[in-house]
């Protein structure tokens, strides 16, 4: 029985998730604001500069949403459901103040990531002073954020998309360190197991099973005259306290992560502290 096994985990071993590439089509891009129309369509422009990666102005049709359209989350979420759209921008804490406390993205937020399938851009909100400095200025460094469930084709796919030709995307998994250690413990009251063989080996397992596929991911991109420098960052530890350093280190000009999760109603338990910590950079909920 114990060849087997060993057999098994070999053959499992050997068996490696790549990358399914595809080139995503953003073209149709709905801004969302709480803004009279004068500041609406300031609002607008700054998105349209930051948003030229997607491509020449005449191929990208923008849509605009100010303040005096809509009142409630289902009144927004019925606008949205009359157009058809690759893109929502918006930012937090629309038609209420609390956009001054770090606290929560907001009633009409939370609606319309979880109501629709549109990917969302979070922006920096314009009136709160919070914004980094080298913020909604290009997307030259993007990284992709990715859960338990690092494999995730389309967090890639859309992050290529918005990342500037001959910029850099990181693809970065952190592994908590808290839940390793916690299984651990319970492994060390197992007689029958090593524990320190299999700290150690589960350890190389978690961490190389994204790295394998992060690597797939720069062969596959470049296979298809993607032109980032594609690089990845695994590791174990803190994820808010992981993914705040980047953005100080690296200037990091957008965060790519997932936010639905089918098993809930309410948006991924992952990615929903990261939106609500991180409020200086553009973030993308797919």
């Known amino acids: 029985m114990a060849n087997v096994d060993q057999f098994e985990s070999i053959f499992r071993s050997s068996v490696k998730e790549r990358l399914e590439y595809r080139p995503m089509d953003i073209s149709s891009i ?136 001959d910029g850099t995307l990181y693809l970065s998994h952190v592994e908590s360190r808290f839940i390793f250690e916690r299984y651990m413990e319970a492994i060390g009251k197992i007689d029958v197991i090593d524990t320190e063989l299999a700290r150690k080996r589960l350890a190389r397992q978690l961490l190389k099973e994204p790295e394998d596929y992060f690597l797939s991911c720069a062969d596959i991109l470049r296979q298809h005259d993607v032109s980032l420098d594609v690089r990845s960052m695994v590791k174990f530890g803190h994820a808010l306290a992981e993914y705040r350093r980047q953005i100080e280190a690296r200037n990091l000009d957008l965060l790519v992560m997932h936010a639905r999760d089918e098993r809930q109603q309410a948006m991924n338990t992952f990615a929903y502290p990261l939106a609500v910590e991180f409020r200086q950079i553009p973030l993308l909920m797919i």
């Open 30 to 165: 709905l801004v969302i604001t709480d803004l009279g129309p004068d500041e609406a369509e300031g609002f607008l422009e700054r998105v349209r500069g930051f948003l030229a990666v997607l491509g020449s102005p005449d191929s990208l049709n923008f849509f605009l949403i100010t303040g005096a359209d809509y009142r409630s989350a289902e009144d927004l979420l019925d606008l949205v459901n009359d157009y058809e759209l690759d893109l929502i921008c918006s930012y937090r804490n629309l038609h209420t103040r609390a956009w001054r406390f770090p606290h929560s993205l907001g009633v009409h937020l939370d609606v319309l990531i979880q109501k629709t399938e549109i990917p969302v851009l979070i922006l920096p909100h314009p009136r709160a002073g919070y914004m980094a400095e080298h913020a909604m200025q290009n997307t030259r460094e993007v990284m992709v954020v990715s859960d338990l469930v690092a494999i995730n084709h389309d967090l890639i796919n859309y992050a290529a998309c918005l990342t500037a030709p």
